[in-house]
T-cell receptor, first 114, second 115 residues
Framework: KAGVTQTPRYLIKTRGQQVTLSCSPISGHRSVSWYQQTPGQGLQFLFEYFSETQRNKGNFPGRFSGRQFSNSRSEMNVSTLELGDSALYLC?????????????FGPGTRLTVL | DAKTTQPPSMDCAEGRAANLPCNHSTISGNEYVYWYRQIHSQGPQYIIHGLKNNETNEMASLIITEDRKSSTLILPHATLRDTAVYYCIVRSLNAGGTSYGKLTFGQGTILTVHP
């Protein structure tokens, strides 16, 4: 099975712009989660989508949004970019089966805001 | 999900066992202990998880104390490729499934394996 893929891998934007990141989960996985990783705050949960619905949300401003399509692919959008949005954005898809829930992470998108 | 406490860093000689501790004194009965690791600039990777019994897989062993307030991840024969940040996470898997896709990461332990 192919792993979680994220595009693009690297992105450079300027303040005030918006950006859209894409994530394709492992085939058959219906849950997609997004995380932001920065040196100062570590890995922080952004939100989770399951069957095209947002199921969980972290403590991020409304500039951060996402969506999921019927094929489980997900996108996240950040509007009005700020310098502090520079980070590694990780997507993960989740498999379920009984008590076993494992998240598989993609390689991430490195966003730099200038 | 319960909070976890891990040492910020540890060293280990190549070929020796690496024992990474985690304290989760407020863990509740329906919460599992999960371990992930993140090698530099890659996405985190699942290692192992357990509820109250010791667990072993091809990557590691997980020892959970009888009172479940702490656990130890054991890498039996550490290699240079095991150098990474190791995260201990406690999470519930309630029937409602509302916490399926959310992991709360702490700062983790930076494990450095030396030749």
């Amino acid at each position: 099975k192919a792993g979680v893929t994220q595009t693009p891998r690297y992105l450079i934007k300027t303040r005030g712009q918006q950006v859209t990141l894409s994530c394709s989960p492992i085939s058959g996985h219906r849950s997609v989660s997004w995380y932001q990783q920065t040196p100062g705050q570590g890995l922080q949960f952004l939100f989770e989508y399951f069957s095209e619905t947002q199921r969980n949300k972290g403590n991020f401003p409304g500039r951060f949004s996402g969506r999921q399509f019927s094929n489980s692919r997900s996108e996240m959008n950040v509007s009005t970019l700020e310098l502090g949005d520079s980070a590694l954005y990780l997507c993960a898809s989740t498999t379920t089966g009984g008590s076993f829930y494992e998240q598989f992470f993609g390689p991430g998108t490195r966003l730099t805001v200038l | 999900d319960a909070k976890t406490t891990q040492p910020p860093s540890m060293d280990c000689a190549e070929g020796r066992a690496a024992n990474l501790p985690c304290n989760h004194s407020t863990i509740s009965g329906n919460e599992y202990v999960y371990w992930y690791r993140q090698i530099h600039s890659q996405g985190p990777q699942y290692i192992i998880h357990g509820l109250k019994n010791n667990e072993t897989n091809e990557m590691a062993s997980l020892i959970i104390t009888e009172d479940r307030k702490s656990s130890t991840l054991i890498l039996p024969h550490a290699t240079l490729r095991d150098t990474a940040v190791y995260y201990c996470i406690v999470r519930s898997l309630n029937a409602g499934g509302t916490s399926y896709g959310k992991l709360t990461f702490g700062q983790g332990t930076i494990l450095t394996v030396h030749p």
